[in-house]
């Protein structure tokens, strides 16, 4: 999934896997950017106020 063979994965270190793997979701997470319904309630009623 990730892209590493055993081998490299057993040469890594716990941290650098883990930032692998926060990498990987972070490019393979969709996120569209827009604000939820009640974010822009919420920012509304704070310009307002």
């Known amino acids: 999934m990730i892209g590493f063979t055993p081998q490299q994965v057993n040469e890594m270190s716990v941290w650098q896997f883990m930032a692998a793997v926060d990498g ?3 490019a393979n997470t969709p996120d569209d950017g827009s ?3 009640k974010e822009i309630d919420e920012l509304w009623d704070w310009v307002q106020g």
């Open 35 to 37: 604000l939820t319904t």
């Open 24 to 26: 990987y979701v972070e």
